[in-house]
């Protein structure tokens, strides 16, 4: 390639040179502050638990 011809691309290169965009930040989650209670909730901790006897499901406890 000719130097004439580099330094054309090369100018050209300056000129139309694009903006690097910035890279966006991830949004931070809200952190969402659940008590002892719902906890419990979300686990099952409260809810019926059955058992097989005899063939027929009874509920515990």
Do not use: C
Not at 18 to 23: E, S
Request: aromatic share 6%.
């Amino acid at each position: 390639m000719d130097p004439v011809a580099k330094e054309k691309l090369k100018q050209w290169k300056k000129d139309h040179q694009l903006m690097k965009v910035a890279a966006k930040k991830p949004k931070e989650k809200k952190t969402e502050q659940l008590s002892k209670r719902e906890w419990e909730d979300i686990m099952g901790k409260n809810r019926p638990t059955y058992k097989r006897q005899t063939g027929s499901f009874r509920q515990r406890g």
